[in-house]
């Protein structure tokens, strides 16, 4: 598709990386979902049905858990599951944007352009999909905290490149593993499976275009810039995984929230879930020269190292 223009662009974006999104955007076009038709939103929820796998839970493995009632077990992974997705879909509206103003007059003709504003569209639906499955469960907005929040709000305005895609990497790799283990959970919800198979699905393409964007603004640039991405996606990762279940989840539960907190911060299996499900990613920040000595102790802190 030389005749399109130079075989470099923008940021250095060549042929072979556009055949990357070609193989993507094919990828879509046979394999996307409507979770509008797809998902049974009608169908009642089953009162004893976990809304994520209790290994997922942040209690689960502690003395707290083993004190639970199965109803308060239940309410407890119904509130975790839903904060994660509003997390999630507070993440999406930050990524929607970095892509958006990232293809800001590329040109239309490339399949990267394409792809990205098929993934704005895949995100669009996600977002909408995870509310209605919070709406389904009955679990109001968990909001990040007022500073997080703004913290979010200037990274969407200026976050770009490397910084921004590595940003979507970590907020997708992370999601990805525990939905993995959602969609096929034998006590989940099914809107939980449901949904989860959905975003597993059209998250793998999101994943490799992200590492492909990455690799590609990443052509090239010396130690500083690496480093300086790299301790920027490790901050991004700690926001990320320090708000995905909100303190609120507790008392929701009826469990005392200081007690809970304390058993979550000392829990060994969560910590250990956490580093096996990071450790592909790791492995391509390392890969990138993005796992420096800072980044490192930001992941250590979140128990991702
Ligand atoms: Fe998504
Ligand atoms: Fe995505």
């Known amino acids: 598709m030389a005749h399109f223009g130079t075989a470099t662009g923008i940021h250095g974006h060549t042929s072979a990386d556009d055949d990357v999104s070609k193989r993507l955007l094919d990828s879509a076009a046979t ?12 169908a009642p929820l089953p009162a004893d049905g976990y809304g994520l796998n209790p290994e997922w839970s942040t209690l689960y493995g502690t003395r707290l858990w083993d004190e639970m009632t199965e109803e308060q077990r239940v309410t407890l ?12 879909i507070w993440f999406e509206m930050i990524l929607q944007q970095m892509v958006l103003r990232d293809q800001y ?5 490339s399949a990267e352009f394409r792809f990205a504003l098929t993934e704005i569209a895949d995100e669009c639906r996600h977002s909408i ?15 990040p905290a007022a500073a997080i929040a703004q913290a979010g709000r200037l ?11 590595g940003g979507i990497l970590v907020a997708e790799e992370v999601l990805d593993v525990m939905q993995r283990d959602w969609m096929r959970g034998e006590n989940v919800l099914d809107i939980v499976r ?3 198979r959905i975003h597993v699905v059209e998250e793998s393409r999101h994943m490799k275009f992200a590492r492909q964007e990455i690799r590609e603004r990443l052509r090239g640039a010396g130690r500083a810039r690496r480093r300086a991405a790299g301790t920027g996606v490790a901050v991004a990762a700690f ?23 304390a058993e979550v911060r000392a829990n060994q299996h969560r910590k250990a879930m ?20 800072s980044a490192t102790a930001v992941y250590r802190r979140v128990d991702m190292i």
Request: charged share 20%.
């Open 31 to 42: 394999l996307s979902y409507d979770p509008a038709t797809e998902i049974d939103w009608d």
């Open 77 to 88: 992974t119904r509130h975790e599951v839903c904060s994660i997705m509003t997390t999630g």
């Open 105 to 109: 007059l590329k040109n239309p003709a």
């Open 129 to 143: 999909m995870f509310a209605r499955a919070c709406e389904k469960m009955g679990v109001p907005q968990y909001r």
């Open 155 to 165: 990274f969407k305005a200026t976050a770009k490149g490397e910084l921004a895609y």
């Open 194 to 196: 449901g949904t989860s």
């Open 239 to 261: 926001v990320i995984v320090s708000s995905m279940v909100h303190r609120g989840v507790y008392a929701a539960a009826g469990l005392d929230t200081e007690r809970a907190l």
């Open 274 to 293: 956490m580093r096996t499900s990071s450790g592909h990613l790791m492995a391509f920040l390392a890969e990138n020269g993005l796992l420096n000595r």
